[in-house]
């Protein structure tokens, strides 16, 4: 959906995030250039790409909203290009408070393919090397597609 250069408000954006909570078909949402819209709309956005799950990109450029909410959000609706048990493993390695021990096992499945594209090992890699989870097993199975990725979950789980 592009809505470039359209002036929309703050308050326009953030009556549009209320609405994208509920909406599960759209994927791409460009805001650029829309110059009164400001980081509490960047916020929303993150709380609608966390709940919809189905955004995958936001654009935020040429707004009055931050570099680094551009950056949260676009590292939210990132979450939602990858096969859903991925999603759920990066975001329960990056939320962990504290240092229980866990087992994460990806596996190949027809029903929901889970190849592991660029963004999401390097996503993934980030997830495991920072956070707090005491990682016991770590199984991938007909998910890698090159060599290149099994070195930097290697050196993450390190």
Known sequence: LDLSENMLSDEGGCWLAEKLK????????????NKSIGDETAKRLTEAATVN??????????TLSSSQNRFILQRTSELNTFPARLKRYITLLEDAES??????????DML????????????????????????????????????????VLIDALQ
């Open 22 to 33: 509920r909406n599960k078909g759209l994927r791409r949402l460009d805001l650029s250039r």
């Open 53 to 62: 799950g189905t955004l995958q990109e936001i654009n935020l450029s040429g």
């Open 99 to 108: 240092s229980e021990h866990i087992s994460i096992h990806l596996e190949y």
């Open 112 to 151: 929901d393919p889970m190849v592991f594209t660029e963004k999401a090992v390097v996503r993934l890699a980030e997830a495991i090397s920072m956070t707090k989870l005491k990682i016991e097993e770590f199984e991938a199975v007909k998910c890698l597609s090159r060599v290149q990725h099994l070195g």
